[in-house]
């Protein structure tokens, strides 16, 4: 679904990502863990199509066409959905609308019909239910006045309404505390299907235990140190990211 | 059937009979302001003496009074002398013969607004009677406006056929001397609308200019009085969504209301002047005096507009509130993109007692235009138990483009309440980004955050106009990102 081959990206002056490489085929979940600063979110970015990052070598293919032509929305059109580290506030616009508009904006795309506003609550009021969300949610402005909490939530509900083939989730699991955290895993767990692929970025462990990754990846200076299943993971918890860095070294 | 009726039909009848656009070609006057200008204006208007005395006065007032300087826009020096003050509309020779030969990007516009076709080529200043499909539509609602009394004619109409009622009004809510362009204004005003609402009467229909045959050719100088006698009410729209084009760069226009005991006025406009080009040239100037006057207790008069268009806007629709217990309100989405100046805001005046007033405005600023709010809440000694809230809020588009906000407050009176609330935000890279990554355009994306931005506004336009000001916003708005 998604091949990344030997990409390196700078954002002003400083190069990010040095020649990352990267496979993630449909049906699977990859973890992508690293210390601060070592690219995790530069590569979410880019794959989502952030303009502030530059692309200076290498290729991203997703689902056979070569994404980095793509504009931001023909990507998220194309069934690319990025969970936001920092979700931003929109006041005055309208959660269920911006929710609304992003569903069909996907639809027209491939030449279904808009969905109506009976099927649209509908759809919506279900999968508020399985995330643990009031209804009233719908009805604030976006992530106006939101917890931290609320916000995560929040994106989960937009993933599960919009069904990407690659949902990529930033740092989802920052700022959680337990019960929201289990409520956004099982929002994600309930997603996991043959033809879908989930990235996690993530810079703790804790995640993984309620979300099973099948790989996990370390980055480290803006290349992938090391990769693995998730008992990687686990051996990172305990040797802390020095022990990758040095292993890159040696 | 009253007299008033019958009358309202014989307009009608002869306006139809005549056919309106051949009964309008007169020649044009040559450019220049003396009182022989105005003897010919009122002259072609077959007016009676105490019209052009009136205008005459207006005019020698006018003389003595200098162009204000106070708004913050920048223009340069109106000449006068360069203009002419009775123009006629273009004759049939010079206009376009057919949409085929209007501007390309003037059609787009209208259809992303979806404007019907036929009143498209009336828009454009197609040489085909368009205003024909409405005929029939005007009968109609002229029968049912007479039936319930109420008068709605073209101002000189009115000077012509209620001239008691003309006289009783006219400048008694706007001055002759009020300011530089109301004298103007008065001097030599081309039509407008006159509205008279009998006592006890509500309205059976929103009156519109839509819908008043000729309105296309009010011209520069537009005058409207309307006057909502004890307990009834009224709804009337002014303007259009689609942008108009007019060979007259100066608009200065007096729109004058009197609310009597316990009457309601709705005013709601939608401006869409043509602002120039993305330099600026050849857009409107336009200098309004809007007032209404609470003149009865209990009396309502409310301002709602949307504006969108001209080079320059300077205009405040303002409320006497004279009445005890009566109440004004403005509310006010300006637009301002490219090179365009708006400076509009909105005078509360409070003298009566339990007067309370609302303010909602809010500005939008994109590209390098400037825009400034400028209200002034005033509580004169008597007005005990007055109440103000004002609620400012301005939001920018890109880097270069100013927000400015110039709020006056003069209290005379320790039992009053006055609030006044602002706030500044800017369309962000973030928000655009986040819209974008769940597939929604950047066009999309900003006018989604511009309309719930101007939610609070549109919510009291009449249902109908509020989904023509949002796509219009839209519209107007285009190409503001990026």
């Known amino acids: 679904m998604l091949n990344i081959e030997n990409l390196k990206v ?241 | 059937m009253s007299t008033e009726s019958e009358h309202l039909e014989s307009i009608v009848n002869r306006r139809y009979e005549h056919g309106f656009v051949t009964d309008i070609e007169t020649e044009s006057l040559p450019p220049g302001l003396d009182e022989g200008v105005i003897r010919a204006i009122s002259a072609r208007k077959r007016e009676p003496e105490w019209m052009l005395e009136w205008r005459l006065q207006a005019y020698r007032q006018w003389l003595e009074m200098t162009e204000p300087e106070w708004a913050h826009v920048h223009y340069k020096k109106i000449d006068y002398n360069a203009i002419s003050y009775f123009a006629a509309p273009k004759s049939d020779d010079d206009r376009p013969k057919s949409l085929d030969e209007v501007d390309p990007k003037l059609l787009e516009t209208y259809d992303k607004l979806g404007i019907p076709l036929h009143e498209r080529a009336r828009l454009a200043g197609v040489a085909v009677d368009a205003v024909f499909d409405s005929v029939s539509v005007a009968t109609t609602f002229k029968e049912k406006l007479s039936e319930a009394g109420v008068i709605f004619c073209s101002f000189s109409e009115a000077v012509e056929n209620h001239p008691e009622l ?196 809010k500005g939008i600023s994109a590209g390098r235009a400037q825009n400034a709010y400028r209200g002034l809440v005033r509580v004169m000694p008597q007005a005990s138990g007055a109440r103000n809230h004002t609620q400012c809020d301005s939001l920018l588009i890109g880097k270069e483009c100013g927000a400015h906000t110039f709020p006056y407050m003069e209290i005379k009176n320790p039992t009053a309440k006055v609030e006044h609330e602002a706030t500044t935000s800017k369309i962000s890279a973030d928000q655009l980004f986040y819209c974008r990554q769940r597939g929604i355009s950047e066009e999309d994306a900003v006018n989604m955050i511009v309309n719930g931005f101007c939610k609070e506004v549109f919510n009291e336009l009449p249902m109908e106009f509020a989904v023509e000001a949002q796509a219009l916003l839209n519209v107007s708005l285009e190409g503001a990102v990026g």
């Not at chain 1, 979940?29 to 199509?49: C, E, F």
């Not at chain 1, 370390?218 to 022990?243: M, N």
């Not at chain 2, 002047?273 to 005096?289: L, Q």
């Open chain 1, 10 to 250: 700078t954002i002003g002056d400083s190069e990010i990502l040095r020649g990352l490489s990267l496979s993630v085929k449909a049906g699977e979940v990859h973890a992508i863990m690293g210390p601060n600063g070592s690219g995790k979110s530069t590569l979410a970015s880019v794959i989502a199509g952030h303009e502030d990052y530059v692309v200076t070598d290498g290729t991203v293919r997703f689902k056979g066409a070569d994404l980095l032509e793509l504009e931001p929305e023909e990507r998220a059109r194309e069934g690319i959905f990025l969970g936001f580290q920092y979700p931003v506030e929109i006041p005055g616009v309208n959660n269920a609308y911006l929710l609304k508009a992003a569903l069909n904006a996907k639809r027209e795309h491939h030449g279904l019909e808009e969905i109506d506003a009976f099927e649209f609550l509908k759809l919506a009021r279900e999968k508020m239910a399985v995330l643990g969300m009031d209804p009233k949610f719908l009805n604030r402005g976006v992530n106006e006045g939101f917890s931290g909490g609320e916000k995560k939530r929040n994106e989960i509900l937009q993933m599960a309404m919009l069904e990407p083939d690659l949902a990529i989730l930033d740092e989802t699991d920052s700022g959680l505390d337990i019960d929201a955290l289990k409520a956004v895993a099982e929002g994600v767990n309930a997603l996991r299907a043959p033809d879908r692929a989930i990235i996690l970025v993530t810079h703790y462990q804790r995640l993984l235990d309620y979300i099973e990754p099948d790989y996990v990846h370390v980055l480290s200076e803006g290349r992938i140190a090391r990769s693995g299943d998730k008992t990687l993971a686990l051996e990172l918890e305990e040797k802390g990211y020095e022990w990758v860095r040095e292993a890159a070294n040696a």
């Open chain 2, 166 to 361: 003309v006289k009783k009004y006219l400048g008694s809510v706007v001055p002759r001397r009020d300011n530089f362009f109301a004298a103007l204004n008065s001097a030599v005003f081309s039509d407008g609308s006159f509205v008279y609402i009998p006592k006890g009467v509500r309205c059976p229909m929103e009156l519109s200019t839509y819908f008043r045959i000729n309105a296309a050719n009010t011209g520069q100088f537009e005058r409207t009085l309307i006057v909502a006698d004890e307990g009834s009410h009224v709804s009337y729209l002014e303007g259009c969504t689609a942008p108009m084009r007019d060979e007259n760069q100066l608009h200065a226009a007096v729109v004058e209301l009197v609310a009597m005991e316990g009457a309601e006025i709705k005013y709601s406009t939608v401006q869409n002047w043509y602002p120039g080009d993305e330099e600026g040239r050849g857009g409107i100037y336009n200098f309004v005096t809007k007032r209404g006057d609470c003149r009865g207790a209990n009396s309502k008069i409310s301002w709602t507009q949307v504006e969108t268009g001209s080079a320059i806007t300077w205009k405040y629709p303002s409320c006497i509130l004279r009445g005890d217990n009566s109440v004004g309100e403005f509310y006010s989405v300006a637009v301002a993109n490219n090179l365009q100046q708006a400076d509009t805001g909105t005078k509360m005046i409070h003298i009566g007692r339990n007067t309370s007033s609302t303010i909602v405005s």
